[in-house]
């Protein structure tokens, strides 16, 4: 499959693959008409011969009958002679006999002669028949091999042409290439000198332009100096302004601590105060509270006393044990409270 798709590739890449095969099957034609011409020549030169030959059996019998008949008539002229002069003597009569005989002959060789010519004459004309048909044949022969070779001529010719043609198209191709290749040139040319000349004057606009924008610079910096000028001039007098404020506040602040230190240190001062009658308030209120306590836990021990002599009384009711019990407990409970808020 590979061979073949090479092989087609091969073909298909050649352009007078045609021309080529049509001047090789040409060529092929001439070969065979040439084997065909050279044999109907021989066969024509064969029946030529075999012509020949017959045309000379036939003008041979022919003379043998034109003498045959020169001998009949001579024959039958000298027995007439001898019947005429004759007398009939036996010599006389036996020369007669004699020339009858020859007669006779004369007459059977003619008759031969013009059986010979006769047959001399058809093979002539079957001879001239064949020859006719051999000529004919090889006329053809000739004939088929001047196309062939006609038809080699044309192919070769086709071939020749097509070569031409491909040679021709080739030489256009190169031809328009270089003629393309000078244009795309020539268009470079001028597409360089055209961005050459784009590039110089965008050049010049730039320069321009930074002409402008360096004189409008120039003149806003002037400008911008002018302000900071004017900004340093208010600087300055802003800045003795805040100086003046600032001494001014200085002494104002200055006051306002001294006022706010004293007004701090009687604030301090009533705290303190506060805070000393604060605790005197809560250590007279623990003072209290301590007496309370130690009233309530003697009030406490002293009903767990009175609830131990009430229950060792057997004679006491439960209602007494309740009221007891009743006692102590809100007693313990009161105790409790004074504990946790003495803490």
């Known amino acids: 499959a590979v061979k073949t798709e090479q092989k087609t590739k091969a073909v298909a890449t050649d352009p007078q693959a045609g021309e080529k095969s049509a001047v090789a099957f040409a060529k092929n034609q001439v070969a065979t008409t040439a084997t065909a011409t050279a044999s109907s020549k021989n066969i024509a030169t064969e029946a030529n011969d075999s012509f020949n030959k017959a045309a000379k059996a ?7 009958v034109k003498e045959a008949k020169k001998a009949l008539v001579k024959a039958n002229d000298n027995l007439s002679a001898a019947k005429r002069n004759g007398s009939s003597n036996l010599v006389d009569k036996k020369k007669v006999e004699s020339l009858s005989a020859k007669v006779s002959t004369a007459k059977e060789v003619l008759d031969a002669s013009k059986v010979q ?60 290439k270089k003629v393309a290749q000078s244009k795309v040139r020539e268009l470079s040319r001028k597409q360089a000198k055209e961005q050459e000349k784009k590039e110089q004057e965008a050049k010049k606009v730039a320069q321009k332009k930074a002409q402008e924008k360096a004189k409008k610079e120039e003149a806003a910096k002037k400008v911008a100096q002018e302000k900071a000028k004017k900004a340093e001039k208010a600087r300055k007098v802003e800045e003795k302004k805040a100086q003046k404020n600032a001494k001014k506040k200085a ?48 009030k406490v021990k002293e009903l767990k006393k009175s609830k131990s002599s009430v229950e060792s009384a057997e004679k006491k009711d439960a209602s007494s044990k309740k009221s007891v019990d009743g006692k102590l407990k809100a007693e313990q409970e009161a105790l409790a409270k004074l504990k946790k808020t003495s803490k």
């Open 58 to 64: 036939d003008q041979t019998s022919a003379a043998k």
């Open 117 to 176: 010519a006769t047959s001399a004459k058809a093979g002539l004309a079957n001879a001239g028949k064949v020859l006719s048909a051999a000529e004919t044949k090889s006329t053809n022969a000739v004939n088929a091999q001047t196309s062939a070779k006609q038809l080699v001529l044309k192919a070769e010719q086709n071939l020749s042409q097509s070569q031409k043609n491909s040679q021709d198209q080739a030489n256009n191709a190169a031809e328009a």
């Open 251 to 298: 002494v104002a602040e200055k006051k306002a601590k001294e006022e706010a230190a004293k007004i701090k240190a009687t604030e301090v001062k009533r705290e303190k105060e506060a805070k000393a009658k604060q605790a005197e308030k809560i250590k007279i209120q623990n003072e209290k509270k301590q007496q309370q306590i130690a009233l309530s836990e003697k």
